[in-house]
């Protein structure tokens, strides 16, 4: 069955620079969801779409936006990057609000 | 703020015992409680329990919820290495927003 695709599976920037993460939901999800696990973390909530309209949102610092586009992708843009923003990103996907989330594989990113 | 406590933190068995994890959770706008498998990698939907007092099982593995005293149990009977993983509970509120606890730590030997 297919999954959640994320891109790139690994990303090393430096300080001061600007990523984006792509997230390629399960076909037919709609919903999608983005999660920060920071090491030996549990996973912290930053922001969801659901049909292409952001739906909630959490500890997401203002250099960060995301969005999710008509073909229901999404991108996460993270800005000024800083070291403490060294993280494992998920994306999730659901069919609809209030269903089960799939996670990715995840985005690994190293800001050194 | 809302909160999420597993119990225990961490669990070290043999294969063959059975485990019982902890959720208890306070949040607002509750909605559903989904369980995760984590090894290493992206977290596994193993259940989401939306009703209190029916058992939900995929295996070895069952799960309960209870509304009333914002309380769940994940079982894991007859326990593999394979089991061995980081077990997460997560509430889910409005918009599906998933919030997560710290985890329990399961290793089994064999």
């Given at each position: 069955a297919a999954g959640v695709i994320q891109s790139p599976r690994h990303l090393i920037k430096e300080k001061r620079e600007t990523a984006t993460l792509k997230c390629y939901p399960i076909p037919r999800h709609d919903t999608v969801y983005w999660y920060q696990q920071g090491p030996g973390q549990d996973p912290q909530f930053l922001i969801s779409f659901y049909e292409k309209m952001q739906s909630?949102?959490?500890?997401?610092?203002?250099?960060f936006s995301a969005q999710q586009f008509s073909d229901y992708h999404s991108e996460l843009n993270m800005s000024s990057l800083e070291l403490g923003d060294s993280a494992l990103y998920f994306c999730a996907s659901s069919l609809m609000v209030d269903y089960e989330q799939y996670f990715g594989p995840g985005t690994r990113l190293t800001v050194t | 703020e809302d909160k999420v406590v597993q119990s225990p933190l961490s669990l070290v068995v043999h294969e063959g015992d059975t485990v019982t994890l902890n959720c208890s959770y306070e949040v607002t706008n509750f909605r559903?409680?989904?369980w995760y498998k984590q090894e290493k990698k992206a977290p596994t939907f193993l259940f989401m329990l939306t009703s209190s007092g029916i058992e939900k099982k995929s295996g070895r593995?069952?799960?309960?919820?209870?509304?009333?005293?914002?309380?769940?149990?994940?079982?894991?009977?007859?326990?593999?290495?394979?089991?061995?993983?980081?077990?997460?509970?997560?509430?889910?509120?409005?918009?599906?927003?998933?919030?997560?606890?710290?985890?329990?730590?399961?290793?089994?030997h064999p």
């Open positions: 909630d949102k959490g500890s997401i610092p203002d250099r | 559903s409680l989904l593995l069952s799960s309960i919820l209870d509304k009333k005293e914002l309380f769940s149990i994940l079982n894991i009977t007859a326990t593999q290495t394979g089991d061995s993983a980081i077990y997460l509970c997560a509430p889910s509120t409005s918009y599906g927003k998933l919030t997560f606890g710290q985890g329990t730590i399961l290793t089994v």
